[in-house]
């Protein structure tokens, strides 16, 4: 058997009477499976399950996760999601007994210091985003989006201003942005974005009336460039008695250099599991942790860690206007453990070097590529920029043939399609974590595909080649996908 073997499904394996697993054996009644399970609630017939051995079930399933792909197994630019480097450190912080076993429902006391490493990152993130206070306790970055917006509406509401229902995005946010808004019960407003991708001033002042509750930005915004109007766009929001809210996607190049706060958004969040080094994807774990700033501190969510003038730390629930809880406790505490790690792993004095390296990465990527790659927003970006697919679309290879083609080469796929600004949107996010003979191989890999798509266009449109699983007919897959190992109905 090779290993290509092993990439099989585990049911194809089965052969009647192989067994992995041995049970000792029960003659007495009493101790019978027959006599344990209820009568009314036993199974007619043996549920069709693979019969393997022991080997075959160890083989399938470690080949199986050689085939995932993640940070630690190679480089992957995913534009606005920041999949970098989580140290192993963290890991290893975060996964201490002393972690593993905490309750939520033990004593105070005998929990001191996972109190004290809250009540530290709740300042950490606060000094970092320029805000008075932040909760940690929503689990991811939609959840943070969700739970600001709820602090904007509790805010309105007290002041008696129940006419603010909508909420201002831009046409480049993040799907989440709307998302979240409708959630929490506000109508979407959309504003255009500028030839340089920046927020059409002029349109969003046509839409901001007393019905606006918050303007949403992210800043870099989704295209990689810095909203150099921030500060009058702050103005403009807070003249007509609406709040700014920043996405904290993009605050990874922003770290050391410029906060939030200072540029006049009044709610942010952050994600946690894309700035600050902790894991991501895979539908979790995540974390959203919550900033606002001076007087909307009293609508954070409860619970709160705080301490007294005796350095003793507590968990508060009382609030009068608080939104109460949005989550079961205090948040994803491994995850929060691990951003607190990487802070102060960092320092004050080598946080600032992380947002430079990352716009030094991505503008290094971007100006190797532009002679074969359509460039719409010209000049410097970011931490990520965008390519419109490549500059000779005569052959008709797309961004989707790109990116399956980059599997081949051992590279994961950056985001494809998204912004929706441009119509073979190419989204790239290199981080500074990685090193420059990676960014080097990455270039070279889109140099190749750029020439495959002059010379062998049709063999690049049947990409991936060399993948465990080849290039799926999309369609039939969308329209009749097999959910089940076999097919049931014959």
Not at 181 to 205: F, I, N, Q, W
Request: aromatic share 8%; with cysteine; net charge negative.
């Amino acid at each position: 058997m090779n290993r290509t073997l092993y990439n099989h499904l585990i049911f194809e394996y089965s052969r009647k009477g192989r067994r992995g697993f041995t049970l000792p054996r029960r003659d007495d009644a009493a101790g019978s499976i027959e006599a344990a399970i209820p009568a009314a609630t036993r199974r007619e017939a043996s549920p069709e399950l693979p019969e393997v051995d022991e080997p075959t079930v160890v083989r399938h399933y470690t080949n199986m996760s050689t085939n995932n792909f993640g940070v630690d197994t190679g480089f992957y630019p995913l534009g606005s999601c920041t999949m970098k480097y989580n140290p192993k450190i963290n890991e290893a912080l975060a996964s201490t007994s002393a972690v593993a076993n905490l309750h939520p429902a033990q004593p105070f006391f005998t929990a001191q210091g996972a109190l004290a490493a809250y009540w530290q990152l709740q300042r950490l993130l606060s000094e970092i985003g320029g805000m008075a206070e932040f909760t940690l306790n929503p689990y991811a970055g939609a959840h943070g989006e969700l739970t600001g917006l709820m602090v904007i509406r509790a805010y309105h509401a007290d002041r008696g201003d129940s006419a603010r229902t909508k909420v201002i995005v831009p046409d480049s946010a993040h799907g989440t942005n709307p998302a979240s808004a409708a959630v929490a019960g506000l109508e979407v407003v959309e504003v255009h974005s500028r030839p340089d991708g920046t927020v059409d001033l002029d349109d969003l002042k046509d839409k901001l009336d007393e019905t606006v509750a918050a303007v949403m930005l992210t800043n870099p915004n989704t295209t990689g460039m810095f909203e150099r109007n921030i500060p009058e766009i702050a103005e403009t929001v807070h003249a007509a008695g609406a709040l700014l809210y920043y996405d904290g996607a993009n605050l990874n190049p922003m770290l050391g250099i410029a906060r939030p706060g200072d540029m006049g958004f009044d709610v942010m969040h952050i994600n946690l599991h894309k700035t600050f080094s902790t894991p991501h994807g895979g539908g979790g774990p995540g974390a959203g942790p919550v900033g606002v700033r001076h007087g909307l501190e009293s609508y954070l969510p409860t619970p709160r860690v705080v301490r007294d003038n005796n350095g003793y730390y507590t968990v508060s629930e009382q609030s009068n206007s608080s939104l109460g809880r949005i989550s079961s406790w205090l948040g994803n505490y491994t995850v929060l453990r691990r951003a607190l790690a990487y802070i102060l792993s960092l320092g004050k004095e080598n946080i600032v070097n992380v947002g430079p390296l990352a716009t030094l990465s991505a503008n290094y990527i971007m100006h190797s590529l532009c002679d074969l790659y359509e460039l719409p927003i010209p000049g410097p970006c970011k931490h990520e920029f965008v390519f419109d697919g490549l500059k000779d679309k005569s052959s008709g290879v797309t961004t989707l043939n790109i990116a399956k083609r980059l599997l081949d080469k051992g590279f994961h796929a950056p985001t494809i399609y998204f912004p929706l600004l441009f119509h073979e949107s190419l989204m790239i996010e290199p981080t500074e974590t990685e090193s420059r003979d990676t960014l080097d191989a990455f270039i070279l890999a889109m140099r190749q595909i750029a020439e495959e798509a002059k010379n062998n266009p049709d063999e690049l449109k049947q990409a991936p080649h060399h993948t465990p699983m080849a290039k799926p007919d999309e369609t039939e897959a969308a329209m009749h996908p097999r959910l089940t190992w076999k097919d049931l109905t014959s």
